[in-house]
Nanobody, 117 residues
Framework: QVLLVESGGGLVQAGGSLRLSCVDS????????MNWFRQAPGKEREFVAA????????YYGDSVKGRFTISRDNAKNTVYLQMNSLKPEDTAVYYC??????????WGQGVQVTVSS
């Protein structure tokens, strides 16, 4: 069973940073690639970043390349998203998901990130 819980969201000024965390309370975290997606009001869900099971490979959406970093700690069943140089257009609900690279089978409940200008 996979149960994903995100944390670390909040309100930040443009140019600031946040780090999101997603903990899997299941027992097979290292069996899944992990992803971050986001969805802004009135927009479709957007791929943000993905990381392979071992953490050796990472992938990013074009809009966050060079600003966001995905990482994972399999010993802690946790995936992270370090977000730097945040922009107002990064405002969205951020979701972590477990599954294949770029697609999720299991989803968290989401965490709000708001970037003020």
């Amino acid at each position: 069973q996979v149960l994903l819980v995100e944390s670390g969201g909040g309100l930040v000024q443009a140019g600031g940073s946040l780090r999101l965390s997603c903990v899997d309370s299941g027992r097979i975290f290292s069996s899944y690639a992990m992803n971050w997606f986001r969805q802004a009001p009135g927009k479709e869900r957007e791929f943000v970043a993905a990381i392979s099971r071992s953490g050796g490979s990472t992938y990013y959406g074009d809009s966050v390349k060079g600003r966001f970093t995905i990482s994972r700690d399999n010993a802690k069943n946790t995936v992270y998203l370090q977000m730097n140089s945040l922009k107002p257009e990064d405002t969205a609900v951020y979701y972590c998901s477990a599954g294949n690279l770029g697609s999720g089978t299991y989803w968290g409940q989401g965490v709000q990130v708001t970037v003020s200008s």
